[in-house]
């Protein structure tokens, strides 16, 4: 869950977190690492593709005054209906251009890409002073870079109260081996299906599979059945499958309704590959007893799955039968955008999400990306990385007043979401909206109008997102400067950024126990983004790597450390302690004072741990500053009883060097104290405290391992909220 915060001053800074708890008894200490530095080695993982960029400056694109849709083939050509001059119009950017083609006309069109990584443009064509009409395609192959001439696919009537709308449909499938399907509803109501074998088949003569039931009479209402749902798949064997139903509902004069008229017909069939027929329509008990907003789609590793009304149902290639249903936490139902690795993402039209989780077979937490997105406004493509990209237009307010319409971005990979990027100007009383694809980089593009509330000055604008940075120390939210991370006292973690560019500058994640602590961890796994190390309140201790801007959910992705780490009553983390461009973790014993060095082993995990001092029991915080001298090695900072602050610098060996003094008579008003990166954006990694009052305080970092006097940086009206820093 998103909240919205203005209420901090000046620069932002982050406190060291200092992981305090019960001291236990130092045989428990001593179990909870070794199994710790058992479970932390025992797998390695492939290299880990770079994370999204940051998004590139917005371009203009000339002359279009709406997206209407906008898909990319497998090749990575993208294909745009937009409107221009009044008119609907088709334009393609070929894989490998960064240039649009000149537009042609495409009225009544739709724009679909199927499984196979093809794009389709299906058209009806209407002859005169006749029911029958003509259905046509043009195609671009999956890896292609222009359609092809256009075709008649066949003719037929059509229905024209599809979602109570006179606009006909037809939706068309296809699987890699080209055998391709289309599936409309005709003017009786009937499903109707043709098919062929390959892109330069035959294609077949129309069959009716089945028909909406007849209207429900009453003796003062009647009750007609209205077609909500059509969807076809291919699977990869070729097993063609259909799945379409709808809804009686109430077309009288007024008379009260009779609530018992009120019914659902949702059907599925099948045609297995190699058969000559389809199988009869049947009920599927994974739709529920009201379906509406369901998704079928075929699933990348064999069979199909689907979603309806939250529920979610896989049916496996040569399984006999469905699944049963697992509820996703979603009410309504939604897009399904399957990853290399096997996770599903969920995204529904409210911008509802969830993630299936293939590691582990269950459903990680599912949120609501914002609860003021304009209705019909979201879409959702995956990129190269298995990472989906969400955008929608989100209402932003001023006194409970709508002052703009934003076109909003959020990256989701997983079950972790990125922190709300606004792609348009900040300009109020504007409407943006639009659509994203991937282009042939595995990039997400997008492509919005902005315009005056009145629908007047339309322009669109296109950006997509760039080369990523390898990451400084503390930065999450790609602002160029470092980030704070803590927990709320409202069971959310928290990430305060520097973001002037977005309205939001506290991101959130819910729901975290109270007393969940949080360490501010370096680039783990080698995506050029930093993660995030949590140690619950009975002592698990879990490694997130979230997606790059963002923060986990507890349910999210993670890898465990240890079942119980509560043994140490101190946690750190300070970047590179052996010298391999890895960063490290950093523990204290809370029964010996001791800190133990747990060196990243360079895959997927941390060695065992190595004592590197002894009896640290005299300093009441051991906080981990980053690189403060630019030797390129973590340092770390220790507050003694007394009040002085020392240095100890790390020696790129896994040790440290001789404590250095660097503050006397320090700290003894602050409850919080981080290294906090480079916050003021010298250049220099920063230290920030968070003093008895909640007031926040930096000490700027001079880059020679001290700091310049302390300067106000936030005040207790907002850091009051948080419950800890990190």
Not at 431 to 446: F, I, M, Q, W, Y
Not at 478 to 496: E, H
Request: hydrophobic fraction near 35%; aromatic fraction near 8%; include cysteine.
């Amino acid at each position: 869950m998103i909240m919205q915060s203005r209420a901090l001053l000046g620069s932002a800074l982050i406190p060291v977190l200092a992981l305090t708890v019960a001291a236990p008894s130092a045989a428990s200490a001593a179990t909870g690492t070794a199994t710790t530095a058992t479970t932390a080695t025992t797998a390695t993982t492939a290299a880990v593709p770079a994370g999204l960029g940051s998004w590139t400056t917005p371009k203009e694109l000339p002359g279009v005054t709406r997206v209407i849709d906008l898909e990319s083939a497998r090749g990575g050509t993208m294909a745009g209906l937009f409107t221009q001059d009044g008119k609907t119009v088709l334009s393609v950017r070929p894989a490998g251009s960064a240039t649009w083609q000149q537009t042609e006309p495409a009225a009544g069109a739709t724009l679909q890409r199927t499984d196979d990584g093809a794009l389709t443009l299906l058209w009806w064509v209407t002859a005169a002073d006749t029911e029958q009409r003509t259905l046509r395609m043009s195609r671009l192959a999956p890896d292609g870079t222009a359609f092809g001439p256009a075709e008649d696919v066949t003719t037929g009537t059509l229905a024209t109260d599809w979602r109570g709308v006179g606009t006909p449909l037809a939706t068309v499938a296809a699987n890699a081996a080209g055998r391709q399907a289309v599936a409309w509803m005709d003017k009786d109501h009937r499903l109707t299906v043709v098919e062929r074998s390959g892109p330069q088949g035959t294609w077949s003569a129309p069959t009716a599979l089945d028909r909406l039931p007849d209207p429900i009479v009453r003796p003062d209402n009647v009750y007609n059945y209205t077609l909500r749902d059509l969807h076809l798949a291919v699977a990869t064997d070729g097993t063609l499958a259909a799945l379409w139903g709808g809804n009686s509902y109430y077309t009288g004069d007024g008379v009260d309704p009779d609530p018992s008229a009120y019914q659902w017909y949702y059907k599925y069939l099948e045609k297995p590959a190699g058969a000559s027929s389809w199988t009869a329509p049947r009920d599927l008990p994974q739709l529920g007893e009201k379906p509406q907003q369901v998704t079928l789609a075929a699933h990348p590793k064999g069979g199909f799955h689907l979603l309806s009304r939250g529920n979610y149902a896989r049916r496996t290639a040569g399984s006999a039968d469905w699944a049963p249903a697992e509820n996703i936490g979603i009410a309504t139902g939604g897009e399904l955008l399957t990853a290399p690795n096997g996770d599903v993402t969920v995204v529904s039209p409210g911008t509802a999400v969830a993630t299936r989780l293939a590691s582990r077979g269950t459903w990680a937490g599912a949120r609501e990306l914002t609860g003021y997105a304009e209705t019909g406004s979201v879409s959702a493509a995956q990129t190269a990385n298995g990472a989906v990209v969400v955008t929608y237009t989100q209402k932003r307010f001023e006194a409970s007043r709508t002052v703009r319409r934003d076109f909003v971005t959020q990256t989701l990979a997983g079950g972790s979401a990125s922190k709300p990027r606004t792609l348009n100007t900040l300009t109020n009383a504007t409407t943006s909206t639009g659509r994203v694809a991937t282009d042939d980089k595995g990039r997400p593009l997008a492509v919005w109008m902005q315009s005056a509330d009145d629908g007047s000055s339309r322009t669109s604008f296109t950006a997509t997102t760039g080369t990523r940075s390898l990451p400084k120390w503390h930065e999450y939210a790609d602002t160029t400067r470092s980030d704070i991370l803590g927990l709320s006292r409202s069971q959310a973690l928290n990430m305060f950024t520097q973001d002037t560019g977005n309205p939001l500058v506290t991101y959130q994640t819910r729901s975290w126990p109270t007393g969940t602590r949080a360490v501010a961890f370096g680039d783990f796994d080698g995506d050029r983004c930093n993660d995030v190390i949590v140690r619950l309140p009975g002592g698990e201790a879990r490694l997130y790597t979230p997606v790059c801007g963002g923060l986990p959910v507890p349910d999210s992705a993670y890898k465990r450390l240890s079942q119980d780490w509560s043994g140490y009553d101190t946690l750190l983390a300070a970047g590179d302690q052996t010298g391999d461009g890895r960063p490290d973790l950093l523990a204290r014993d809370a029964a010996t004072g001791n800190i133990y060095l747990y060196a990243h082993n360079g895959t997927d995990g941390f060695k065992a741990r190595v004592k590197i001092r002894s009896a640290w029991t005299g300093y009441k915080r051991v906080i981990g500053a980053g690189d403060l001298n630019g030797d390129g090695f973590g340092d770390v900072l220790a507050l003694d009883k007394s009040g002085e602050l020392w240095r100890y610098n790390g020696t790129g060996t896994g040790t440290l060097k001789d404590r250095v003094r660097v503050f006397s008579d320090w700290g003894g008003s602050y409850k919080d104290v981080i290294g906090a990166g480079d916050l003021n954006g010298d250049g220099k990694n920063d230290l920030v405290s968070r003093d008895t009052s909640d007031n926040l305080w930096l000490n700027a970092g001079k880059g020679t391992g001290t700091f310049a006097g302390r300067t106000q940086a936030g005040t207790a009206t907002y850091w009051k909220t948080w419950a800890s820093l990190a």
